[in-house]
């Protein structure tokens, strides 16, 4: 079985400061990761993927996410963050078998941004 | 290509009523999933679908609460005799059939919000 911690429940920074998302995941087997974003009162928004290759994984807007085996982290970076990043997020994981992936979501991260 | 869609985005029902929530997947996936997101918590998987197939239903309550997916129409998500505890929103997701690719991705509908009065 699968599991994800993100470590901050809440995150406050100000605007254009950097800001790191801490995700950390469980699984005895080999795992797809993701970033997810929620804006208020919508659904979920993939933000990135990693699957293989490259540990280093860059998505929409502006963000970018390392994938570190030893670790079992997966932290989602922005190097200068804006006001209409405000929204939840979610680290997830998922199993690497054919067959059913259902994704293993984080608790979310609330990033406010403050002008 | 429209999105996934789901309807009703906002469902109010008293204890007792019954709840059911419709989705559509995006055009060409064969593949249904759904979460339910209790009030400040994450996403929690409930149960995946194939055409007219329950693939997995490890996190579906075991009383009260059924899924299908017919071969023709939405995939509905029918919650019989509602609690309160049962008020979150109700994600579905869709991925195109196995074999397109590496990894199938899931792209969610914008939710239906469930209020139990």
């Known amino acids: 079985a699968q599991s994800v911690t993100q470590l901050d429940s809440q995150v406050p920074v100000f605007e254009e400061a950097p800001v790191e998302l801490r995700c950390n995941y469980s699984?005895?087997?080999?795992?797809?990761l993701f970033w997810y974003v929620q804006y208020p009162n919508q659904g979920l928004q993939l933000l990135l993927k990693?699957?293989?290759?490259?540990?280093l994984v860059k998505g929409i807007n502006g963000f970018e996410a390392e994938f570190n085996k030893s670790q079992t982290s997966f932290h989602l970076r922005k190097p200068s963050v804006h006001i209409s990043d405000t929204a939840e997020y979610f680290c997830?994981?998922?199993?690497?078998?054919?067959?059913?992936?259902?994704?293993?979501f984080g608790q979310g991260t609330r990033l406010t941004i403050n002008p | 290509n429209a999105g996934v869609m789901q309807n009703p985005r906002h469902l109010v029902r008293r204890r007792g009523q019954e709840a059911r929530l419709r989705c559509s997947p995006m055009?060409?996936?064969?593949?249904v999933y759904w979460y339910r997101q209790l009030p400040e918590e994450g996403l929690k998987f409930m149960v995946y679908?194939?055409?007219?197939?329950?693939?997995?239903e490890s996190g579906m309550p075991k009383e009260r609460f059924s899924a299908e997916f017919p071969k023709e129409g939405p995939s509905i998500l029918r919650i019989q005799q509602v609690v309160r505890g049962d008020s979150a929103a109700y994600f579905c997701?869709?991925?195109?059939?196995?074999?397109?690719?590496?990894?199938?991705?899931?792209?969610f509908g914008p939710g239906t919000r469930l209020t139990v009065l």
């Open positions: 997701a869709s991925s195109p059939p196995l074999g397109t690719s590496v990894y199938n991705e899931q792209f």
């Open positions: 055009k060409g996936h064969s593949h």
């Open positions: 997830a994981v998922s199993a690497q078998f054919q067959g059913a992936q259902k994704l293993v």
């Open positions: 990693y699957l293989s290759g490259s540990t």
């Open positions: 699984s005895s087997v080999s795992v797809y």
């Open positions: 679908l194939q055409k007219e197939n329950i693939i997995d």
